[in-house]
């Protein structure tokens, strides 16, 4: 079985900084894309950023020049650096990665549980 632990969400103040981190572990050959998303009370779940093992990045445009995206690969692990945060970043923020147990085995979509984060005064 794969897991996806997230780490490092809370309640921070406008324009404040949080950095949120997901480690993969279990049965694990490789990791393709790696990612975060959020879903606010009451919306939908969208996009925040994404991560190729190659390390193509795209950002949702909301959090464009705010927020930044890297990987470990050595620790199967993506992290979330997310600055200047605004109230309408307030949301539960869920780990997403694409992996393959096997070298021949298709890559399977997993998600974390998520972390709230709140940005409130």
């Known amino acids: 079985q794969v897991q996806l632990v997230e780490s490092g969400g809370g309640l921070v103040q406008p324009g404040g900084s949080l950095e949120l981190s997901c480690a993969a572990s279990?049965?694990?050959?490789?990791?393709?894309?790696m990612g975060w998303y959020r879903q606010a009370p009451g919306k939908g779940r969208e996009l925040v950023a994404i991560i190729t093992s190659g390390g193509s990045i795209n950002y949702a445009d909301s959090v464009k020049g705010r927020f930044t995206i890297s990987r470990n690969n050595a620790r199967n692990t993506v992290y979330l650096q997310m600055n200047s945060l605004k109230p309408g970043d307030t949301a539960v923020y869920y780990c997403n990665a694409q992996i393959s147990a096997t070298a021949v085995g298709y890559f399977t979509a997993y998600w974390g549980k998520g972390s709230p984060v709140t940005v409130s005064s």
């Open positions: 279990g049965r694990i050959f490789s990791i393709n894309d």
